[in-house]
């Protein structure tokens, strides 16, 4: 405290004299400020450069635990104009949220089942379906069906949802798509024996701070590959299994399996934000490019980086 604060006295003498008092951990519980540092990420706004320095620093550095606390604690606003002193302090800071405000806003009921289908859009699908001369039967029943669908606990009214209001240019889309539709499944039962309906599955990615760039699935949906603004990539089993990685250990090499594994696995090497990633159809390789102008070749045995391509000059 006494080394540092005359850095930041200009703008946060309030919250550093407040920060001063606390001197041993017990405090901490103490303190409300000390528990919104706790409870909030702190936003810092940066300059291109400055942020791509930071990068660098970090890395050439090789200070994983700070890279981590910094994502773990900080959001980092990226200002592609010039520097101005007359905006640094217009986007930095906390959240506005105390911890007691905090807490009753996480209290609040999140409802993220499916919204329930518009009704005029429904009769509306009806009415240019009874002019198509392709059998469209089928799939009037389906959407009567959804009329009648109650929705769960967790489905939300329509007018909790703010949405734009629907356009006929918006049914003609679904018209064509029902269309669309069709045509695949009459491929579909031409050449299989039986009929098999598509499928689908829904995840949400919660506390993502706005940092998510880009996702993907493996060709069989059992691993999935994020990419962050954070310059990481973070894979999950959609199985609920561990991650296991093949580490070697000792001097004579013996490479084994983790024996716990982890939920997930953070894959770091990028300077920059990561735009875009895919998983190999055997489950052994992702890829993945990112804003520092590279493209990283990643093995799902070991989570580690194998190759870096470079070349291309823009994200």
Same mark, same amino acid.
């Given at each position: ?70 994502? %773990? ?31 009753? !806003? ?12 518009? =009704?005029?859009?429904?009769? $509306? ?48 889309? $679904? ?11 009459? %491929? ?9 309906? =598509?499928?689908?599955?829904?995840? *949400?990615? !919660? ?5 998510? #760039?880009?996702?993907?699935? +493996? ?7 994020? &990419? ?21 250990? &000792? *001097?004579?090499? $013996?490479? #084994?399996?983790?024996?716990?594994? +982890? ?12 735009? &875009?990633? %895919? ?11 990112? $804003? ?9 045995? #070991? ?7 470079? &070349?291309?000059?823009?994200?």
């Amino acid at each position: 405290m006494e080394t540092h604060k005359k850095e930041h006295l200009e703008l946060h003498s309030t919250e550093i004299a407040r920060l001063a008092s606390v001197t041993i951990p017990d405090h901490i519980k103490e303190s409300p400020l000390a528990q919104q540092f706790m409870s909030n990420r702190y936003t810092v706004r940066l300059s291109r450069y400055a942020f791509e320095l930071l990068l660098a620093f970090l890395q050439d550095n090789k200070f994983m635990l700070l890279t981590r606390l910094l994502n %773990r604690n900080v959001t980092i606003r990226v200002d592609n104009e010039r520097p101005s002193a007359l905006v640094r302090e217009e986007a930095i800071g906390l959240s506005e949220l105390n911890p007691s405000q905090l807490e009753e !806003h996480n209290k609040q009921p999140v409802q993220l089942g499916a919204l329930p289908a518009d =009704p005029w859009m429904i009769a $509306e699908l009806e009415y240019y379906l009874r002019d198509e001369k392709f059998d469209a039967e089928p799939l009037r029943d389906e959407l009567r069906k959804l009329i009648k669908r109650e929705g769960g606990e967790d489905t939300p009214s329509r007018d909790a949802v703010p949405m734009p209001p629907p356009k006929f240019t918006d049914v003609k889309k $679904e018209v064509e798509a029902l269309k669309e539709l069709r045509e695949k499944l009459n %491929r579909q039962k031409a050449t299989t024996t039986k009929s098999i309906t =598509p499928s689908i599955t829904c995840f *949400t990615f !919660h506390n993502t701070y706005d940092t998510l #760039t880009c996702l993907t699935a +493996s060709a069989d949906s059992s691993l999935v590959c994020a &990419g962050f603004s954070e310059s990481i990539l973070k894979i999950w089993s959609l199985k609920g299994e561990k991650l296991k990685a093949y580490q070697q250990h &000792g *001097t004579n090499k $013996e490479i #084994t399996r983790e024996v716990e594994g +982890s939920d997930s696995k953070r894959l770091v090497g990028h300077s920059g934000p990561v735009y &875009g990633a %895919r998983i190999s159809g055997d489950k052994k390789f992702a890829i993945s490019c990112s $804003e520092d102008t590279t493209v990283r070749l990643w093995s799902l045995e #070991t989570f580690t980086n194998l190759v870096v391509y470079k &070349g291309h000059n823009y994200p």
